[in-house]
């Protein structure tokens, strides 16, 4: 039903986008703009960390219900920047919004990059003024806005579907994000330094906010890389609705696809989490509560011995099982069931809470399992019916390089 | 008032101790025994990982209020090992105790290594068996027992103190830890992979579990160093009353000595953190509670960006208020007090909720503040007037390589 297709935000129709360099970066792209045709029904998640960057801090003041265009520059985060952060991301607003001739609460705005330096916004005035004159549709344009974004990220984070909605409307979302380091989202609408941008052309009412946490909770707010949630995560949903059909809203075609893309979109940024070489997927079944599964599928996630030891193939899953003793969450160890999986190997481990391979050779099984791209990590906790998936990276030298030299 | 002395867990009277290798691990020296003349109070702490390993279930389900022997083995954390693992640590009681002609009861066990795989337990037995022969008192004996106890600890952690309690008596305390991955320990009386054995000849009676509580609050359970707690920490506090002073429950000089020691210990614990290069201590005062302060301290002292660019030397301060972002804490933004502190050189850093330092060459100041071997975050949150202090250690290339390739 929902089929994946070549595209990204430009791909619903009256959208357009652009990636410029502002020179915020010594070199590469910094500073994207996309524009809807009409004001489109905006959804936005922010990070739920404390410290909040400037720009969020302001959308969230705002909370303008509708958008019709969003800026993002990448270089500086304009985090910790006290009054004149918050400044500055009103100008950005302003800039865009004179440029484009719109309302300046028509316009969103994100940040990501270095924290605690005040942004040069003779750069980011030249840079939104050059990308208004530019934007455009297509190909071309979604990839110089996803790579305008990008800051550690080594791939694009882009992708796109198309459905046919119960009324037999066709609509598209196309979906982009950066995200690296510094990933744990745990974005409330209303109220992660993943900024994601996701364009549909379907029509939603402000009701859909419900259904938007809801995904959000299952797909980006189950990724994971290092633990830390950024002062900046943002994810933006914007509905135009010139496919003209009737409202998404209850669709469940509808939701089912936007669930597609953002699980994708989320798993794509584990993949290319900080120095990560391997996927890690953790599926907890059997839990009393959905957040207890969550909870575990968390700790597990982020836990440095079981990144470290995927990372080097090494088959200590002993440290899972440590993991899951910390979560905070019941189970009977006696009853648990764990599977690791990687390739077309699918390794039981535990019987009556004890593993089943106990011998150096045996264990390689395991160590097999563990040697692949992909690896996920299947328990369960014999306690309920419910489940949660997430998705984190290997913990390798290369995170620990990226991160020593980060600023320098 | 209180002296640091060279000494080790035979230092107070009427201990002795003895380290021997059994044959668990390949060369190395692999387990200990300590042993009181007289019956001796105890006092336990054990992890609250909800996975347990075998030897912590045992002696928790026991509550022994004295034991004369303690025996240690690494190599092997009898965890994740089901009712075999049970059993076998009852065997190891069950030994010492013959070997010594003393009730299986008086015996406390712990263990630490590898997860998940049986005891070889003939290898076990022969090594109490020779322990039991050599059990000694001297600076030699202290230090075969420290060395039997570690597992990827570079360095021993110990040491011993003497004060004179309030009624004249001269009382000494010896202490004895290893710990150095999987650990954040958060250990509970009667109900961290740190093990620990202190001895002291003073007197104490069974009330003065409500204050070891309130010690390894304040030591032990505020060091990290990956955030990942075992599932076999354990604190034993042996008092045999062998000094012949009077109760020293409510003397307050013998409890400031044992803070010394334990906070001594957690220092040394996240000094010799696995791949550490540096330590990190996190001061947080200001704060509303004491709870929030602790919590705010194991935030920032468990974030990997945090520790990834103390390890670098790289000045990007903003991961230290993303990681108090993220802490659950409330505080003012706009008055917290930041100071990083490296050798002699003590830097503010925040004025007004931004970084007063923003150009590249004053910068470096910061950079040289962390370039030390011990780097000290000190915050104000300006909420109340509740402190808290934890310790861990940078992030390295070594921490990644040592978890990488444990079992292997």
């Known amino acids: 039903m929902v089929d994946f297709i070549d595209g990204g935000v430009t791909t619903p129709e009256g959208f357009k986008a652009i990636g410029v360099h502002s020179g915020v970066k010594y070199r590469s792209l910094d500073l994207g703009l996309v524009r809807s045709e009409v004001p489109a029904s905006a959804f936005v998640g922010y990070t739920s960390n404390e410290v909040k960057a400037a720009p969020v801090q302001v959308m969230m003041e705002e909370n303008s219900p509708t958008l019709t265009a969003v800026v993002v520059n990448s270089g500086n985060a304009n985090a910790l920047t006290g009054r004149r952060g918050i400044q500055d991301a009103i100008t950005m607003k302003e800039t865009v919004a004179s440029e ?6 028509q316009v969103g705005v994100m940040s990501t990059g270095l924290i605690g330096r005040f942004m040069d916004m003779q750069k980011i005035k030249y840079g939104i003024s050059k990308a208004a004159g530019e934007l455009s549709v297509g190909r071309e344009a979604d990839n110089l806005f996803a790579e305008a974004i990008m800051t550690t990220d080594t791939i694009k984070k882009e992708c796109a579907v198309r459905v046919r909605l119960s009324d037999g409307t066709m609509v598209y979302i196309g979906a982009v994000s950066k995200g690296s380091g510094m990933i744990a989202p745990h974005m409330k609408v209303l109220h992660g330094t993943t900024l994601s941008l996701v364009t549909t052309d379907a029509k939603l009412s402000p009701k859909f906010r419900e259904k938007w946490q809801e995904i959000l909770d299952d797909s980006m707010n189950m990724v994971s890389v290092d633990g830390d949630q950024s002062t900046n995560d943002t994810c933006i949903l914007l509905a135009n609705g010139m496919a003209k059909g009737a409202c998404a809203d209850d669709d469940p075609l509808f939701y089912e696809a936007l669930k597609i893309v953002m699980s994708k979109i989320a798993r794509t940024i584990a993949v290319d989490g900080e120095g990560a070489t391997k996927l890690i997927e953790v ?15 968390r700790k597990i996630i982020n836990s440095p011995l079981v990144k470290s030891a995927i990372f080097g193939s090494d088959p200590n899953y002993g440290r899972i099982m440590m993991a899951l003793g910390n979560s905070g969450v019941k189970f009977n160890l006696e009853e648990v069931r764990l599977v690791i999986k990687g390739g077309e190997m699918e390794v039981p481990i535990l019987d009556a809470g004890a593993p089943v ?5 045996s264990v390689e099984v395991v160590r097999m399992a563990m040697d692949n791209k992909e690896v996920a990590i299947i328990l369960n906790l014999a306690n309920g019916d ?3 998936v997430g998705w984190g990276c290997d913990l390798t030298y290369d995170y620990v390089r990226i991160n020593a030299e980060y600023a320098t």
């Open 283 to 297: 599926q907890v079944h059997g839990a009393a509560t959905k957040e207890d599964a969550r909870k575990a599928v």
């Open 100 to 105: 484009l001739n719109i309302d300046p609460k």
């Open 386 to 388: 419910e489940s949660a």
């Open 357 to 361: 391979f106990q011998e150096e050779r």
